[in-house]
């Protein structure tokens, strides 16, 4: 329990050392060049994120939740589907699509006869508010998805009684159901916001210098590890700075409703234009997030005739990447089982210790963890090679760097949150009785993590373990800054076509990586849609009454 603990902090303890460690005229310079404009970017970057991305996650799941209007149907489904494209490859696409040498662009030059740009004004896609809008069409689903669950939750009763003392729909929305969903909706804001800073390929292709792209640039552009390491540091406070704001605005907030005559929210009709109003609403952030980034991915592998691609070369680099994929889940689950088990089993300081310091890891962008991450493992292999050559007087290479080990701590270091957030959550739906019981007859510990706790966490470890896998698949920070040499994953196959300028190259590459990303989004929302028709159909039987 307490290794597992210390190898998350390792990377943090290192990160320190190596700032330290540097030259003392680099933070002046710092100071003077890089942190003032990059703190202003990634300032302005987050908050304009948290603004766009977090209206439309509410609105569309409010309007879905509360709401029937044409189209909602198939928009329940169609809402968290972004989640399966990954930031860098929407970026990419919006500027092939809307640059100046874009689709767009081009058609309307040639359809009204414009000669350059001079004659007409566009809106410049590479810039802070074209990577604001970019970035929140793809991340609006994690406010979407905990605002749409609060709301599926809420009891009916309390909007019906607002409702009958003349409450409209805008201030029943404002006053009832956005407070009692705070909680959520913090979670949901603050994953959203530390997927943005995590982000390099996105921000970096839109002109945008975040201190995640100033970490990258002063680290293998200009040769400054310990600069790097400065600026790391600094990235460090904005991520104590958002998991200090989600924790304030979920403070002392507890809900409880009736759990024997629990009504869920009926959806009221919207007839004439206020129902086209509502469906244009809900699939704007569908057709920005997913529809206009797969539609042309689609049309650049047909058109290019780019599944001529799907050579030895390309398949090699598809199972580097199912591979580390695979080894960084299944490490992943099997450390998030012996967690949640031992804190399950054993309530003690240490393991809630071990477990929330698990869960620091999703926290720490990608950037800064692959740069707090070499020096150990580099020291690492300079061990086992040491050890190695006095027992067999024989080289050996780099097992960790050299093997893409690396790579796969990094991955373990970075989700296992995602697995022991889910385990810890199966875990809290089953009787303590079950296991006392077990107690009772004798099983030991392991008896009953095996016959009891393992069998009951499989739907959470399934789950689990498709999002562990698709968000290995898609991360690309620390797979650019940790792979060894000439080793590729489709990550970094699009990132390398991209910065090359010939991101239509690497458009079979990112279309395999949004296929195999929705499925577990697909099986997300099935899960999310049954869980509010199953506490409907057991609470059917009694009337609600106000909380």
Not at 351 to 378: C, E, H, N
Request: contains cysteine.
């Amino acid at each position: 329990m307490a290794a597992i603990g210390l190898v998350v902090l390792l990377p943090l303890a290192a990160l320190i050392e190596i700032a330290a460690e540097g030259d003392t005229e680099i933070w002046p310079h710092l100071i003077a060049n890089v942190l003032p404009a990059s703190t202003i970017d990634t300032l302005a970057l987050l908050a304009g994120i948290g603004i766009v991305a977090g209206s439309m996650g509410i609105t569309a799941a409010w309007l879905v939740t509360a709401h029937r209007f044409p189209g909602r149907g198939i928009l329940v489904w169609l809402l968290p589907l972004p989640l399966a494209v990954p930031t860098y490859i929407t970026a990419y696409i919006y500027v092939e699509v809307f640059d100046s040498a874009g689709l767009v662009q081009m058609a309307l030059r040639g359809l009204m006869g414009w000669k350059s740009r001079s004659d007409y004004w566009f809106p410049e896609i590479r810039s802070l508010p074209g990577c604001i809008l970019v970035m929140s069409a793809v991340l609006y689903p994690y406010i979407y998805i905990a605002a749409r669950a609060m709301f599926l939750t809420q009891s009916a009763s309390m909007l019906e009684v607002a409702r009958t003392l003349g409450a409209s729909r805008i201030k029943l929305f404002r006053i009832i159901a956005l407070p009692l969903a705070r909680p959520a909706l913090a979670v949901g804001v603050s994953l959203a916001l530390l997927e943005a800073l995590n982000d390099i390929g996105a921000s970096e292709y839109l002109g945008v210098r975040t201190l995640t792209v100033s970490v990258y640039n002063t680290w293998l552009n200009r040769g400054s590890l310990p600069g790097a390491a400065q600026i790391a540091c600094v990235m460090l406070a904005f991520v104590i700075g958002l998991i200090l704001i989600e924790r304030y605005g979920r403070r002392d907030r507890r809900y409880a409703a009736s759990p024997k005559r629990h009504r869920t929210v009926h959806p009221v009709p919207l007839f004439g234009m206020r129902g086209w109003i509502a469906t244009f609403l809900c699939a704007v952030p569908v057709v920005l997030g997913f529809v206009i980034p797969t539609a042309f991915l689609l049309r650049e592998t047909l058109r290019g005739s780019l599944f001529d691609q799907f050579d030895a070369e390309f398949l090699t680099h598809f199972m580097t990447t199912i591979g580390l994929s695979v080894v960084a889940t299944g490490t992943v689950l099997v450390l998030a089982v012996v967690l949640v088990s031992a804190a399950r089993l054993s309530k003690n300081s240490l393991t809630k210790g071990s477990l929330f310091i698990a869960g620091l890891g999703y926290a720490l962008p990608g950037t800064v963890l692959a740069l707090g991450l070499m020096t150990p493992l580099v020291g690492i292999d300079n061990l086992i090679g040491t050890l190695w050559r006095s027992l067999t007087g024989e080289r050996i290479g780099l097992l960790l760097m050299g093997a893409a080990g690396g790579i796969v701590i990094a991955y373990v270091i970075r989700f296992l949150s995602i697995a022991t957030g889910s385990l810890s959550a199966g875990l809290d739906r089953v009787s303590p009785s079950l296991e006392d019981a077990a107690r009772t007859l004798g099983a030991s510990r392991r008896e009953m993590v095996w016959a009891i706790q393992i069998p009951l966490m499989r739907p959470a470890l399934a789950s689990a373990a498709l999002l562990i896998f698709v968000d290995c698949i898609k991360e690309l920070p620390a797979t650019l800054l940790l792979r060894p040499l000439n080793t590729e994953t489709l990550s970094t196959l699009v990132y390398t076509y991209a910065s090359r300028g010939r991101f239509e190259d690497g458009s079979l590459a990112a279309l395999v990586i949004v296929l195999v990303g929705l499925l577990p989004v697909i099986q997300l929302v099935r899960s999310a849609e049954a869980r509010p028709r199953a506490v409907e159909s057991t609470g059917s039987s009694g009337s609600d009454s106000p909380a």
